[in-house]
T-cell receptor, first 110, second 113 residues
Framework: QKEVEQNSGPLSVPEGAIASLNCTYS??????FFWYRQYSGKSPELIMF????GDKEDGRFTAQLNKASQYVSLLIRDSQPSDSATYLC??????????FGDGTTLTVKP | EPEVTQTPSHQVTQMGQEVILRCVPI?????FYWYRQILGQKVEFLVS????????KSEIFDDQFSVERPDGSNFTLKIRSTKLEDSAMYFC???????????FGPGTRLTVL
């Protein structure tokens, strides 16, 4: 089983819609959870992090964590064409190591 | 706003040659990381570094790899004898003590011929 698994893409949504990105992880001392955005050829850019169960909102982005079910999700409201990118889920383990998922490519169509 | 910088942006080398990739983390950050991303694949953790020593390394980080903080500002990744499969983007990241947020540099694209 992969340590961090993201829903396979690509994902396409119309402009203004809600994009939902999901990630599951194996519980091997998981500590904190991150969502990054990566444009082609660029480095990962942090969008949000979450440590505790529940929702965390930042502008148009909401991260949701459910430790019992071992999943973390990212909702993007009012999606814009500029949100088109690959979204990476990352889990940081207590050891300090971080594991990234394969990424989900999102396309927001005008 | 402070940022992590990396040099060079692109390095081309012959197989078997040594390369050193350089990173300048954000000042006052105490944790440093190297990741790599082979084209079309996921970001992979290589090594974390704290208090002048390696704190965690992945199975990828074998004897061909080493890291060093030669002075108060630079953090380097050395690959002793490059292989074709070392071709990838290499990202450096740094983190402030007491947080989990890592700030990534722009990356160095390494091409091994």
């Amino acid at each position: 089983q992969k340590e961090v698994e993201q829903n396979s893409g690509p994902l396409s949504v119309p402009e203004g819609a809600i994009a939902s990105l999901n990630c599951t992880y194996s519980d091997r001392g998981s500590q904190s959870f991150f969502w990054y955005r990566q444009y082609s050829g660029k480095s990962p850019e942090l969008i949000m992090f979450i440590y505790s169960n529940g929702d965390k909102e930042d502008g148009r982005f909401t991260a949701q964590l459910n430790k019992a079910s071992q999943y973390v999700s990212l909702l993007i409201r009012d999606s814009q064409p500029s949100d088109s990118a690959t979204y990476l889920c990352a889990v940081k383990w207590r050891s300090g190591k971080s594991t990234f998922g394969d990424g989900t490519t999102l396309t927001v169509k005008p | 706003e402070p940022e992590v910088t990396q040099t060079p942006s692109h390095q081309v080398t012959q197989m078997g040659q040594e390369v050193i990739l350089r990173c300048v983390p954000i000042s006052n950050h105490l944790y440093f990381y190297w990741y790599r991303q082979i084209l079309g694949q996921k970001v992979e953790f290589l090594v974390s570094f704290y208090n002048n020593e390696i704190s965690e390394k992945s199975e990828i980080f074998d004897d061909q790899f080493s890291v060093e903080r030669p002075d108060g500002s630079n953090f380097t990744l050395k690959i002793r004898s490059t292989k074709l499969e070392d071709s990838a983007m290499y990202f450096c990241a740094s983190q402030f003590d007491g947080t989990d947020t890592q700030y990534f540099g722009p990356g160095t694209r390494l091409t091994v011929l």
